[in-house]
């Protein structure tokens, strides 16, 4: 872990406080654990050396980055390395390029492209929705993480079909379920909900609404209109 500025610290990158077991607002809370407080934290950027393949890859992909021209600083915002696992984060206008270099330089080869899915962190402003893409070379046996972030009011990330064709079908699915734009994209339709369905039911701030269901005799009521678990 890298050593913070305070007393050999790591500044964790918090976007967000939970309170109680559940996050419950506006009820009481019958958990008995009322007085809890959950710190929602990014991790941090590592420091070299990562450990592992994790500096040879992150070399070469610097080393292919210069060769084209780019600022790696500019494309690369963060190599994190947590419990053991390697995550890039891109600059959403690059992850096209940065993609491509992952999967065509000899000495890396991440082939397969296992698909990308959607977070959405509300109270990390400006990078409320992340993409988050799953690479595996098959040549070298490793596996890490891209993750690109975009803000709320501008969910665009430019598609990777190009790349990785087996990622439109996860990609229509994470602009169905999470509302993330994939800009050149062939056919961006949603998978799971209707045509013209309004908004993206896996946001976190998506209300929850629903029917009531009779249940031998008992009536379930709507989620909205239960107690406030999350």
Not at 8 to 13: D, H
Not at 37 to 49: D, F, Q
Not at 69 to 76: S, T
Not at 107 to 132: I, K, M, N, Q
């Amino acid at each position: 872990m890298p050593a913070g500025p305070r007393g050999g610290r790591t500044q964790l990158e918090i976007v967000a406080t939970r309170k109680g077991m559940f996050g419950i607002e506006g009820t009481g809370d019958t958990s008995g654990f009322g007085g809890l407080v959950s710190i929602i934290a990014m991790a941090p950027a590592a420091e070299r050396p990562y450990g592992s393949w994790f500096d040879e890859v992150v070399d070469v992909l610097v080393e292919v980055l210069t060769e084209q021209g780019l600022d790696p600083d500019a494309v690369l915002e963060k190599v994190v390395v947590d419990r053991g696992e390697l995550t890039i984060f891109v600059a959403r206008e690059h992850i096209n390029t940065v993609s491509r270099a992952l999967r065509d330089d000899q000495d890396l080869r991440f082939e397969l492209c296992l698909g990308v899915s959607g977070v959405h962190y509300p109270g990390d402003t400006g990078r409320e929705l992340h993409a988050v893409y799953h690479l595996f070379s098959v040549t070298h046996s490793r596996q890490l993480r891209l993750e690109v972030t975009c803000p709320d009011a501008d969910p665009h990330i430019p598609t990777v079909v190009d790349v990785y064709p087996g990622n439109d079908w996860h990609e229509r699915e994470t602009w169905d379920l999470m509302g993330i734009v994939f800009d050149g994209h062939p056919s961006l339709a949603r998978t799971a909900m209707p045509d013209d369905w309004v908004g993206h039911p896996q946001r976190k701030d998506y209300p929850l609404g629903g029917i009531p269901v009779e249940y031998k005799g008992a009536v379930i009521p709507p989620p909205d209109n239960r107690r406030s678990y999350r």
